[in-house]
């Protein structure tokens, strides 16, 4: 079987798949590739089933060194891909020799690079899922130097050509549908405004700009919370529940961003403007 040396991890680089799904009844959060369209297309791109593993990486890259031929692809942020120093393909199937050195460089644009490899990356599921879960600390850790990543079989699934993908956002806009706790607030967010804040994470976005008003004091008891869901905290500043937010929360939240709009999410740079554009539900 071949495996994946890790040579340079980069500043964040997970194992990802598409999360843990229907858990959070244990306390277990859903984790999985932040921009999942970014992930199911490479894999596309290689032929393995929509739910093989591969690994996130966030704006630095990585680099790794393989056992044995592997085929991979990158999709997702923009980046330089290069085999043994020579330039390769971002978005489309590479090959890759035994003992090559494949670079995934830093994100020109976006944050979060997604490299895929024929056969998956085969470390053992948790709950059904192999994504690294950074608030539970279920699955793998983060990538170290000198790790060793195991893939899989070849996959038997028939590879595409090409998969369209959006480009990162300039400005993130995001549908709002309004949540259990609209009414705790004077009005939804202002239209404009906000920024992506430095603190934002895998667990969520945060944001910067004009704090909302609560229309309601008190505290709430511990709720569940869906993916999408945006909470506010004492400081006003709505926050995006993203795919390892915790399973409850205990401040109002005032809406929730429809899955369609987090791959885009997850690619928001600090300091990208944002927009909230509530609707009706």
Same mark, same amino acid.
């Given at each position: ?21 229907? %858990?959070?009844?244990? +306390? %277990?959060?859903?984790? +999985? ?5 970014? &992930? ?20 630095? +890259? ?57 056969? +998956?990356?085969? @470390? ?38 090409? %998969? ?8 993130? %806009? ?16 202002? !239209? ?23 229309? #309601? ?19 006003? &500043? ?14 109002? !939240?005032?809406?929730? @961003? ?20 509530? #609707?009706?539900?």
């Amino acid at each position: 079987m071949a495996d994946l040396l890790v040579v340079r991890p980069g500043p964040l680089t997970t194992v990802q798949d598409l999360g843990r799904r229907g %858990v959070a009844h244990l +306390g %277990v959060p859903r984790a +999985g590739a932040l921009d999942e369209p970014a &992930l199911r297309a490479a894999n596309r791109l290689l032929g393995n089933a929509p739910d093989a593993a591969g690994l996130e990486t966030t704006l630095g +890259g990585t680099a790794l060194r393989p056992s044995a031929p592997v085929v991979v692809a990158v999709t997702g942020a923009p980046a330089p891909v290069r085999v043994d120093g020579r330039p390769a393909a971002w978005g489309a199937a590479v090959r890759v020799p035994a003992g090559a050195l494949l670079e995934v460089g830093a994100a020109t644009a976006g944050l979060r690079s997604y490299l895929a490899v024929a056969g +998956g990356i085969d @470390v053992p599921p948790v709950l059904g899922s192999r994504s690294a879960d950074l608030l539970s600390g279920l699955g793998p850790a983060p990538l170290a130097e000198g790790d060793r990543l195991p893939v899989g079989s070849a996959p038997p699934g028939p590879a595409a050509e090409f %998969v369209p993908l959006p480009g990162p956002p300039r400005e993130l %806009v995001l549908d709002l549908l309004p949540g259990p706790h609209a009414d705790w607030f004077a009005g939804p967010p202002p !239209v404009a405004g906000y920024r992506v804040a430095a603190a934002s994470n895998r667990i969520a976005l945060r944001t910067e700009g004009p704090p909302l008003v609560r229309a #309601r004091a008190g505290e709430l008891p511990s709720e569940g919370m869906v993916l999408g869901a945006v909470q506010v905290p004492p400081d006003g &500043l709505p926050v995006v529940f993203l795919a390892d937010h915790p399973t409850t929360g205990g401040y109002p !939240v005032i809406g929730v @961003v429809p899955r369609a709009d987090l791959a885009a999410v997850a690619q928001a740079r600090p300091g990208t403007l944002l927009r909230f554009a509530p #609707r009706r539900g």
